[in-house]
């Protein structure tokens, strides 16, 4: 089954600060999906990477998908209060739909003021 | 546009309890539904997904089991709760079909405590 480890596991930045999350998938990754979780609410979708090279990105969030390194990263640029949280990316099987989604273990993210 | 309920937001059951979690998705048909168990720390588990009316898979064996009475209505329950039961269940879903990428869309959850 496949495996996906997220690194960090809990991150503290200053506000205004860049920081990057990363995604490694112990297989090949097919469709890479990338969500936000404030703690006891439900998971917000951010966005999807299917191809290798591909890049996205949505307000000062840009996730990137690296097909050989089977990793996907997420680049937070002059982080604010409102990124905290937490990060989950979570990997397809071979269709790179989301019929079925096998999730990290997530990583914190703390933007101090 | 589409949203999914989950309810209740809260629940506190003794060991033994008997369980019912509803979610209902709105402004969508034939949705794939899913029932998730998060601890504290950890990821999201996997616990049932369907694909259709009385359609349930299970991932993972357990004290728990997962019906689909109606389209867009996904009930967790359980006969008797047991202290591992707590955590967090979210219920989500993703458009009919296996080939949507279009993502899977989570309800705001249920935080289950069993005492």
């Known amino acids: 089954s496949q495996e996906l480890e997220q690194s960090p596991q809990s991150l503290i930045v200053q506000e205004g600060k860049n920081l990057t999350i990363n995604c490694t998938s112990s297989k090949t990754l097919y469709g890479l999906y990338w969500y936000k979780q404030k703690y006891g609410e439900g998971l917000i979708f951010l966005m999807m990477?299917?191809?290798?090279?591909e890049e996205k990105s949505h307000e000062k969030i840009t996730a990137k998908l690296d097909e050989k390194k089977q990793q996907s990263s997420l680049h937070i640029t002059a982080s604010q209060p409102s990124h905290a949280g937490i990060y989950l990316c979570?990997?397809?099987?071979?269709?790179?739909?989301?019929?079925?989604?096998?999730f990290g273990s997530g990583t914190q993210l703390t933007v101090l003021p | 546009s589409q949203t999914i309920h989950q309810w209740p937001a809260t629940l506190v059951q003794p060991v033994g309890s008997p369980l019912s979690l509803e979610c209902t998705v709105e402004g969508t048909s034939n949705p794939n539904l899913y029932w998730y168990r998060q601890a504290a720390g950890r990821g999201l588990q996997l616990l049932f997904y369907s694909v259709g009316i009385g359609q349930i898979s299970s991932e993972v064996p357990q004290n728990l089991s997962a019906s689909r009475p109606q389209d867009r209505q996904f009930i967790l329950s359980s006969k008797k709760l047991l202290l591992s039961d707590s955590g967090f269940y979210l219920c989500a879903w993703s458009k009919a079909g296996g080939g949507s990428t279009f993502g899977q869309f989570f309800g705001p959850g249920t935080r289950l405590t069993v005492l």
């Open positions: 990477l299917q191809k290798g090279g």
């Open positions: 979570g990997a397809s099987d071979i269709t790179g739909s989301a019929r079925q989604l096998t």
